[in-house]
C-alpha cells in the first residue's frame, strides 16, 4: 500500500491567496483527520471525518478554514484567505475504525508558508 | 483521554536497548495507550500499542503494568535512524466512531554512535 498521500509537499503563497491541501487516504479506511504542526502549539487536530462526514470541527481555527471529503478516496483542506500565522505543517491521517478502535497512519505532511 | 507523563528527552548507545517511560496514572480500565513517533520533517508513525499485556511487534516491546499507570517503550537494539520524538497517548476506545489523538510533548530521543 501506498500510505497516506499529500499534495502539495510543500506550499510557499503569499498573504490573501487561497491554498488548497490534498489528501488521499489509504485504501479502505473509513477515517480521515486533518492536524496542524506548529512549534509553538504542537500538533493539534483540526477536523476528522468519519465515512466522509465530518465528525469534529472544533479544532478549525476560524471561518478561514473549510474542509471536504467528496468521497472515500480524497480530502481538501482550504485556507482563504492565508496568513502568515497559518504557516505550520499540516498532516493528514486516515484510519479503519471498527468497534475496538482504529490505528491512525500519517502522511507525509504539506509544509505551508504564508508571506 | 487520560493525561501522560514523559521525560523531555532520553539518550541512548547506539546498539543498546531504548527503554522510553510513559506515565499514565489516571487512565482508565478500558483506554489503550498508543506510541507514536516523529522523526524530523516526517509524518508521525505509528509503533504500538495495548490495552493490559504486553506486546511485541517487529519494532519495538510495549511493557504495561500490572495496575496500568505508566508503561515502557523498548526498542531493543536503538540505531541512529531511532532518534526521533516518541509519543505516549492513552486514548478511549473508538466505540465505532473515529477519536483523535492528543499529541503531548513526548520525549526526545538521541541515538549515539
Known amino acids: 500500500d501506498a500510505g497516506v498521500i499529500q499534495s502539495p509537499r510543500h506550499e510557499v503563497t503569499e498573504m490573501g491567496q487561497e491554498v488548497t491541501l490534498r489528501c488521499k487516504p489509504i485504501s479502505g479506511h473509513n477515517s480521515l483527520f486533518w492536524y496542524r504542526q506548529t512549534m509553538m502549539r504542537g500538533l493539534e487536530l483540526l477536523i476528522y471525518?468519519?465515512?466522509?462526514?465530518?465528525?469534529?470541527d472544533s479544532g478549525m481555527p476560524e471561518d478561514r478554514f473549510s474542509a471536504k471529503m467528496p468521497n472515500a478516496s480524497f480530502s481538501t483542506l482550504k485556507i482563504q484567505p492565508s496568513e502568515p500565522r497559518d504557516s505550520a505543517v499540516y498532516f493528514c491521517?486516515?484510519?479503519?475504525?471498527?468497534?475496538?478502535?482504529?490505528?491512525?497512519?500519517f502522511g507525509p505532511g504539506t509544509r505551508l508558508l504564508v508571506l | 483521554d487520560a493525561k501522560t507523563t514523559q521525560p523531555t528527552s532520553m539518550d541512548c548507545a547506539e546498539g543498546r536497548a531504548a527503554n522510553l517511560p510513559c506515565n499514565h496514572s489516571t487512565i482508565s480500565g478500558n483506554e489503550y495507550v498508543y506510541w507514536y513517533r516523529q522523526i524530523h520533517s516526517q509524518g508521525p508513525q505509528y509503533i504500538i500499542h495495548g490495552l493490559k499485556n504486553n506486546e511485541t511487534n517487529e519494532m519495538a516491546s510495549l511493557i504495561i503494568t500490572e495496575d496500568r499507570k505508566s508503561s515502557t517503550l523498548i526498542l531493543p537494539h536503538a540505531t541512529l535512524r531511532d532518534t526521533a520524538v516518541y509519543y505516549c497517548i492513552v486514548r478511549r476506545p473508538s466505540s465505532g466512531s473515529a477519536r483523535q489523538l492528543t499529541f503531548g510533548s513526548g520525549t526526545q530521543l538521541t541515538v549515539l554512535p
Open positions: 471525518f468519519n465515512n466522509n462526514v465530518p465528525i469534529d
Open positions: 491521517a486516515s484510519s479503519l475504525v471498527t468497534s475496538g478502535g482504529g490505528t491512525q497512519y
